[in-house]
């Protein structure tokens, strides 16, 4: 079974730009995740998607941050316009019930690290 | 969701057993006790979760007295490949989101 995979592994971009990441969950699971962990920081929780809809969104930052899961598959995160301090690794999670208390817990992808110059 | 407090870092040598102990005086009774293992460059990894008492998988132990004020992953025989962070949660499900700390940074050395 493939797990979480995110695109790309890595980004480099300037400020001002715009990036889309991408997260393919594992096939089934309705819930989605995304985290980022920001230099010398803890893994931040961002938003969580039951499906196509948005359950949780918040911890994210600014709404330079979109992130959208159309049709209930994959999921795309895009920061636009990107600033110095959205460096970080972004991770995407996924799982088939939305509970740290089940054995079917959160599967996280390799995440994408995002650097901004 | 309850405070935990575990080790900043810890050095083992190989073939070792490791112990890392996580506080969470604050536990509630719903709770349950998570750990995630985390590579270098990759996401976060479920290795075990319980209750109370004891409970053993292929890949560790987690052992829980009866107070649950405090849980200890023990990792059999480390190699160096177990090098990683080690987050210990603590919650009920409720809350749809993980909250990850700093983490135990362990180095398992040769």
């Known amino acids: 079974e493939a797990g979480v995979t995110q695109f790309p592994s890595h980004s480099v971009i300037e400020k001002g730009q715009t990036v889309t990441l991408r997260c393919d969950p594992i096939s089934g699971h309705d819930n989605l995740y995304w985290y980022r962990r920001v230099m010398g920081k803890e893994i931040k929780f961002l938003l969580h998607?039951?499906?196509?809809?948005?359950?949780?969104e918040s911890g994210m930052p600014n709404n330079r941050f979109l992130a959208e899961r159309t049709g209930g598959t994959y999921s795309t995160l895009k920061v636009q316009p990107a600033e110095l301090e959205d460096s970080g690794v972004y991770f995407c999670?996924?799982?088939?019930?939305?509970?740290?208390?089940?054995?079917?817990?959160?599967?996280f992808g390799p995440g994408t690290r995002l650097t901004v110059l | 969701l309850a405070k935990t407090t575990q080790p900043i870092s810890m050095d083992s040598y190989e073939g070792q057993e490791v112990n890392i102990t996580c506080s969470h005086n604050?536990?509630?009774?719903?709770?349950?006790i998570t750990w995630y293992q985390q590579f270098p460059s990759q996401g976060p990894r479920f290795i075990i979760q319980?209750?109370?008492t004891k409970v053993t998988n292929e890949v560790a132990s987690l052992f829980i007295p009866a107070d649950r004020k405090s849980s200890t992953l023990s990792l059999p025989r480390v190699s160096l490949s177990d090098t990683a962070v080690y987050y210990c949660l603590v919650g009920d499900g409720r809350d749809d989101k993980i909250i990850f700390g700093k983490g135990t940074r362990l180095h398992i050395l040769p």
């Open positions: 998607f039951v499906k196509e809809s948005k359950q949780d």
């Open positions: 604050n536990i509630a009774t719903n709770d349950y």
């Open positions: 319980g209750y109370k």
């Open positions: 999670a996924s799982s088939q019930v939305p509970s740290i208390t089940s054995t079917d817990t959160q599967y």
